[in-house]
């Protein structure tokens, strides 16, 4: 509807506007009601006022999103163009961190692997909450579970960062499949974040959540070797965590439906 | 559905152990109610209790019948509930016609060809159909506030809840907004806080004034100008001590319990009432 011309435009509201107006070889039939005519002239009006739909939006629908769920999606404030840019730069380094160092397999690309849990939580943390979303108050008051709000924008966050970050992991220069375990803790993270920020600001909560996995990152790698920091036994913790988040995160999801200071 | 009453009893809010709230037994009926008071007098925590985004600490709230603190009637509550905030709650990075869709879909308008016909409606209601693909950061004070204002009436919702909603606006912009919220006071409740008492006249049947978290005056406009009857005078030389403003042609008017030399007793307006319930609130706490 957004490509009629105005032209048609002017045509259609003329028409419409003179609905009430009644030719002689309409003597008999009922009136048209004047209010009737209005609404149809203001919805059409809404959809030839219709903006474009942004590419990100189209996207979405494409991908099947529900129409409900696409506003949520785009207005993420976590999606803002310089958390993207961060995530590009810090990547960046990581990934010449690697490339510059002369060690070999996983304890090259252990600032990688350290670092790239830390991205989505970064988002998560700008995603949702008092302060760094401006219409978080709107947003409490609203009959949407605050929940879902959250949830969805953390899943945005976490999708696209792992999409950056995957990109990422196929250029680091080895490790083959330790390449990508970040990913486990990436979710655990995430979900630890979630479930904390049902408590206090979910700013806090990553900082807390940050904060305590590269110190036991740090702490893991002075008493044995990076390929066991990231093995087999840290990836089965983090997805026990990650399921204790998620539970948590689900059980006091109430708790995200007033401020954080009323929590 | 018939717009909501809301009734309030025992309402006490702290913000740690500072006292923001202190509530008898309120009631605020269908129509549309003002809430004055100066800065730092619960009006804010008052409305945040009122849009169910603040837990209620101690006393009970109800909204037609309804319990915040049960999670089924507060989001029933959401659902009748247009809520505008204080300034500066807008993504500044945002459409304002992106910004209204989004707030269509926090009020469950699961449609987007729906949500498109409220936003063109509301942002047309408001004044700001021309300014609809603007980001809202590139709007002056007073477009910004009627955007805020535009979002909360998404949906005609029968409880509004307006924070400080004349905050930055011109006289028209004023007379605009006072318009809608008479418009919906027919069939809705709603709430105004605000700092300005002249508005209250033009736009409120009933007043409600708080100091320091309390309630100091409750009643119409008229009855609230009409406690400062015989306080009101206007002269020429401005006593000093007495705080006054200009009113034209070389004359002043102040509020003062003794008449001013050479001063005549004149009609009191809101303004002056508002004037003298806080100034009297602040002596009983004094005392």
Avoid at chain 1, 138 to 152: G, N, T
Avoid at chain 2, 86 to 108: I, T
Avoid at chain 2, 128 to 136: E, H, M, N
Wanted: proline share 6%; charged share 20%.
């Amino acid at each position: 509807m957004s490509s009629v011309s105005p032209t048609h435009h002017s045509t259609l509201e003329a028409a419409l506007t003179r609905a009430g107006q009644r030719p002689r070889f309409l003597a008999g039939v009922p009136t048209v009601d004047r209010s009737r005519a209005g609404a149809n002239l203001a919805a059409i009006q809404a959809e030839v006022d219709a903006p474009r739909v942004p590419w990100l939006a189209r996207l979405l629908r494409r991908l099947g999103v529900r129409e409900q769920t696409i506003p949520l999606v785009t207005a993420t404030p976590g999606l803002r163009r310089s958390w993207l840019a961060a995530v590009v730069v810090a990547l960046l380094f990581a990934i010449g961190a690697a490339s510059d160092s002369q060690a070999e397999g996983v304890e090259r690309i252990v600032v990688f692997l350290t670092m790239a849990p830390l991205i989505p939580l970064l988002g998560v943390a700008l995603a949702f909450g008092r302060g760094v979303d401006p219409t978080h108050e709107i947003v409490i008051a609203a009959p949407m579970d605050a929940f879902r709000v959250f949830l969805v924008r953390a899943a945005t966050v976490l999708a696209t960062s792992t999409v950056i970050l995957l990109v990422a992991s196929a250029m680091v220069p080895e490790g083959g499949l330790a390449r990508i375990a970040w990913l486990l803790p990436a979710v655990a993270a995430t979900a630890a974040t979630m479930a904390l920020a049902t408590r206090i600001d979910p700013r806090y909560a990553a900082f807390a959540v940050a904060t305590a996995w590269v110190t036991i990152v740090v702490i893991i790698n002075q008493t044995t070797d990076p390929a066991t920091t990231f093995g087999p036994v840290t990836q089965v913790v983090c997805l026990v965590i990650a399921f204790a988040g998620a539970i948590v995160f689900h059980q006091r999801r109430r708790r995200l439906d007033l401020l954080s200071e009323d929590r | 559905m018939a717009a909501p009453a809301i009734a309030l009893a025992g309402v006490t809010h702290h913000y740690g152990t500072k006292p923001a709230l202190d509530l008898d037994d309120l009631v605020i009926a269908p129509g549309s109610t003002a809430v004055l008071g100066p800065n730092g007098s619960g009006k804010s925590t008052l409305i945040r209790l009122l849009a169910t985004v603040s837990a209620l600490q101690a006393g009970s709230l109800r909204v037609d019948g309804l319990d915040p603190n049960v999670v089924v009637e507060r989001t029933r509550i959401r659902r009748r509930l247009g809520y505008q905030t204080q300034a500066g709650a807008l993504p500044p990075n945002m459409r304002v016609d992106a910004f209204c869709d989004y707030v269509g879909a926090l009020k469950e308008i699961a449609e987007a060809r729906h949500r498109r016909r409220w936003t063109h409606w509301v942002l047309n209601r408001v004044g700001l159909g021309d300014v609809a693909r603007d980001r809202i950061r590139t709007l002056s004070g007073g477009m910004q506030r009627r955007v805020a204002l535009a979002q909360a009436l998404i949906g005609l919702p029968d409880l509004l809840l307006l924070d400080e909603p004349m905050t930055s606006l011109d006289a028209e912009q004023r007379a605009n907004v006072a318009g809608i919220i008479g418009e919906r006071a027919a069939d809705a409740t709603v709430v105004v806080t605000t700092h300005h008492p002249d508005d209250v006249a033009a736009v409120c049947a009933r007043v409600i004034v708080l100091s320091r978290g309390r309630i100091v005056f409750t009643g119409t406009p008229a009855d609230l100008a009409e406690q400062a009857r015989g306080f009101v005078w206007e002269t020429v030389t401005v006593p000093a001590g007495v705080t006054s403003r200009s009113v034209g042609a070389g004359r002043h008017r102040c509020v003062s319990p003794r008449p001013p030399v050479g001063a005549d007793l004149v009609d009191p307006t809101v303004q002056d009432g508002y004037t003298v319930a806080v100034a009297r609130a602040g002596q009983d706490n004094g005392a």
